[in-house]
């Protein structure tokens, strides 16, 4: 299936004789190509099926309601549209900082499609047939904010990335074949990696296998959607989107779906009890395909697996002939062909070039020629800046490593152990060797910092003996915690990387009086949705100033 979208505004259906008594709030003019029906997506505030009988045939009449609910909520991949979409962002962020002074906004446009270097898919299966679908959360919970307030703006989601999956982006849809996404909700949904990077293991396709087989995380959250409602609410369901081609993420990734599905189509030892697969690829043809399973994998399947790894090799261009790491998961169990990791080559602005080992289940910025933005951006932004550097939030050392020749030592600290053991190999791989890394949350380090608790994790480290005078943090969407906040105050220079204005700017209230914005960048990591990533650099009020 093909979709082609546009995204116009309310009056030329309006205008349409044949609209009249649907009330349209806007128009996507998403010419779905399906079972061969054209449709033409008129998006009303309430789609009740009973409005649209009186629709013109172009309207889509689709069979399900669920369509109905979900397709008003994807998001479209439409290059003309991208740079007043861009520019929207730009405005939401000056309206959001209106009560800072802010110095002019430098913009960071993304590629228009194809930038997405990783994913997660949930796997649907129907009798014989699967394929890839995707749940937004985000839509559905923006959906019902947005039907409830009567106001045609989406909210903050909860869920980059989650995109990830917040930095959900949704395209190509094609849902109105699928059954119900709400009433017969598979026991979890399958968003993408939530800020940590971690994906959520998540049951789809028909829900065969009961609870038992789930972890503890995927009953929790289970049962979490089966709350009711607050009251006053209504309860929509998770929005379900059948997704055969994916065109924001990479070339690589786009063939590798493909080819995965296919074989794995083919082969009932690698199809059944399917529920996620996972694609991790690089800017330069590196790929890892993880395969995760509600059932135990067993010789049978480690033999079709091998197959799947060389007919991967021989059907996806893109890896030019390297084999791609490939990962069985089920509970408790992990066999693994290859690396468990991909590694990036990200060049920065100066001509430089870093390598990165990005893990699987670690943190890794989604969009890479974004991420060498960030980091042509950051380089800049610390240039001249004296002393040493205090890194909260690290991941992989993606910052640390280009920044580490901006200053004279470096302390980095990051809670997730497999990206600390990822930053600990790329600083070697890159030869940078001024820095100190620290297996610690950031709550943990301000304990250290205030000397109120020895970390044996710090091995040693006396941090008395550092000039530390700028801090930078990249924490996730909630933001810093109540006691890494009170840290900004602390230093002389501040780098805040945020996935989410809204935090951001909440936590720069706390140094507002002490603190001014000397530069400011937002970052179009995830085009086509309403996330937006910023850079900002703070300074220290010189004495005397307001
Ligand atoms: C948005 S990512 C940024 C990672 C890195 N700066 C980069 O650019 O790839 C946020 C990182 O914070 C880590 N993290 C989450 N909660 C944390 C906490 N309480 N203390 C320290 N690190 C945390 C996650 O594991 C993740 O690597």
Known sequence: MSAKATTAHTGRAADSPKMQGIRVVAVSDTHVSLNGLRLVCFLTRNPQPSTLKSAPSTVVRAEHESALRSMPHLAVVDAEAYQAQLEAKEERVRKLFSDFELPQISSFASPTQHYRMRAEFSVWHQGEDCYYVMFDKAAAAAATARAEAEEPLAPESDD???????????????APELPAAGGASPPAA?????????????????????????????????????????????KRPLQRVRVDDFPVGSVLMNELMTAVMAFVKQHTTLRSKLFQVNLHTTLNGQALVSLLYHRKLDDAWKEDAVKLRQNLVNSCPSLKGLEPGLMGRSRGEKILMGEDFVTEKLTVEDGRSFTYRQPEGGFAQPNAVMCQHMLSWALDATSGLEDDLLELYCGNGNFTIPLASNFRKVVATELAKVSVAAAVANLEANAVSNVHMGRLSSEEFVQAWRGERVFARLQGLDLSEFKLRTLLVDPPRAGLDAVTVQLLAEFDNIVYVSCNPTTLHENLQRIRDTHEIKRFALFDQFPYTEHIECGVLLQRRKAGAA
Do not use: F, I, W
Request: charged content about 25%; proline content about 8%; glycine content about 14%.
């Open 160 to 174: 980059p990335a989650g995109l990830a999956h917040a930095h959900q982006p949704h395209v190509n849809g094609k």
């Open 190 to 234: 399958a968003t993408e990696a939530d800020q940590n990077g971690a994906g959520s293991a998540e049951q789809g396709g028909k829900p065969s296998s009961g609870s038992q087989e789930l972890t503890k995380s995927q009953r929790r959250k289970a049962k979490k959607r089966k709350a009711p409602a607050p009251e006053g609410t209504s």
